[in-house]
């Protein structure tokens, strides 16, 4: 039997495996929160209440509307997005000149209603929908077995993390979305709707939430608390990533994910404390984070 480190060699390729998969999850939400504090400096406490919209979203179209996995991954980030626009344009617009603070409060705020009115309606125990068919079953790679739809959460995530970065940093729309929010009046000068885009962005931030949640229903139970038991972790990521940083949100949510599931191989009883270990020493060595700018 192959050892690594005096672990089997698949024992420590599914804890690798599971750790990815985490770290995927970790890279979309922390992206999601980046793009919200990083072009509207909001600190979005409602994130994980969004994350876990997603998935109910997805849950209640399958049961009551009749709507696949498949549409599903296009239609649920869509709604909670637009619900995520909603909410900036009648209650964050209107503190926006105010500290940041307030934005945190009021966002935090909202999770709590969300959460607790779903608690309501649905309890605490978690439900789960199926795996699409297409995705069932796995890959036997010799030294251990690849799950279709694990495979397939990592590759969206990764695909969707970049295109974003990309989007953003690389294309004319993603310099107008900088512009506008570093000179806003400048850009309202040029003609361009800084409003509007301040908007449609706060709904893209959100909507990567959603998305994530949708992909994480097969995966893990579906429940209204699901979003606040991650959404600490997802904040640490960011903090360690760079607040407002792109790239160091997804790299450091991939990082993450890699550095926990490890811990769990080697030392379990530390695997949930290790991030913010690590971003207690990030803290101290580099206050704005591995990708951050110094102020």
Same mark, same amino acid.
């Given at each position: 039997?192959?050892?690594?480190?005096?672990?089997?060699?698949?024992?420590?390729?599914?804890?690798?495996?599971?750790?990815?998969?985490?770290?995927?999850?970790?890279?979309?939400?922390?992206?999601?929160?980046?793009?919200?504090?990083?072009?509207?400096?909001?600190?979005?406490?409602?994130?994980?209440?969004?994350?876990?919209?997603?998935?109910?979203?997805? %849950? =209640?179209?399958?049961?009551?509307? /009749?709507?696949?996995?498949?549409? $599903?991954? !296009?239609?649920?980030? @869509? &709604?909670?997005? #637009?619900?995520?626009?909603?909410?900036?344009?009648?209650?964050?617009?209107?503190?926006?000149?105010?500290?940041?603070?307030?934005?945190?409060?009021?966002?935090?705020?909202?999770?709590?209603?969300?959460?607790?009115?779903?608690?309501?309606?649905?309890?605490?125990?978690?439900?789960?929908?199926?795996?699409?068919?297409?995705?069932?079953?796995?890959?036997?790679?010799?030294?251990?077995?690849?799950?279709?739809?694990?495979?397939?959460?990592?590759?969206?995530?990764?695909?969707?993390?970049?295109?974003?970065?990309?989007?953003?940093?690389?294309?004319?729309?993603?310099?107008?979305?900088?512009?506008?929010?570093?000179?806003?009046?400048?850009?309202?000068?040029?003609?361009?709707?800084?409003? %509007? =885009?301040?908007?449609?962005?706060? /709904?893209?931030?959100?909507?990567? $939430?959603? !998305?994530?949640?949708? @992909? &994480?229903?097969? #995966?893990?139970?579906?429940?209204?608390?699901?979003?606040?038991?991650?959404?600490?972790?997802?904040?640490?990521?960011?903090?360690?990533?760079?607040?407002?940083?792109?790239?160091?949100?997804?790299?450091?949510?991939?990082?993450?994910?890699?550095?926990?599931?490890?811990?769990?191989?080697?030392?379990?009883?530390?695997?949930?404390?290790?991030?913010?270990?690590?971003?207690?020493?990030?803290?101290?060595?580099?206050?704005?984070?591995?990708?951050?700018?110094?102020?």
């Amino acid at each position: 039997m192959t050892m690594i480190f005096g672990v089997p060699l698949a024992v420590f390729m599914g804890q690798l495996l599971l750790g990815l998969i985490n770290g995927a999850f970790y890279a979309l939400l922390s992206l999601g929160l980046a793009v919200i504090f990083g072009l509207l400096k909001i600190v979005n406490f409602a994130h994980g209440a969004m994350y876990m919209l997603g998935a109910f979203a997805t %849950l =209640l179209g399958m049961r009551y509307l /009749g709507i696949n996995y498949w549409a $599903a991954l !296009f239609l649920a980030p @869509l &709604a909670v997005g #637009l619900f995520g626009m909603v909410i900036e344009r009648v209650l964050l617009r209107r503190i926006g000149h105010l500290d940041h603070l307030y934005g945190l409060l009021l966002t935090f705020g909202l999770a709590l209603i969300f959460e607790g009115s779903l608690v309501n309606f649905f309890g605490v125990s978690g439900a789960r929908y199926p795996t699409p068919e297409l995705l069932q079953g796995g890959y036997q790679t010799g030294f251990m077995f690849l799950p279709k739809y694990r495979a397939w959460v990592l590759l969206a995530a990764v695909v969707v993390c970049f295109a974003t970065w990309y989007m953003i940093e690389r294309t004319r729309l993603g310099a107008y979305l900088r512009a506008g929010t570093e000179n806003p009046a400048l850009m309202q000068a040029f003609g361009v709707n800084v409003p %509007l =885009l301040v908007t449609l962005t706060y /709904g893209f931030g959100v909507a990567l $939430a959603a !998305f994530a949640g949708v @992909l &994480a229903a097969p #995966l893990y139970p579906v429940s209204p608390t699901m979003g606040s038991n991650l959404l600490i972790v997802v904040f640490a990521v960011v903090v360690i990533g760079g607040m407002g940083s792109i790239l160091g949100a997804i790299v450091t949510g991939l990082a993450m994910g890699l550095i926990e599931g490890l811990t769990k191989v080697y030392y379990p009883e530390a695997a949930n404390t290790v991030i913010f270990l690590v971003m207690i020493l990030v803290l101290l060595l580099r206050p704005a984070g591995l990708f951050g700018k110094e102020a």
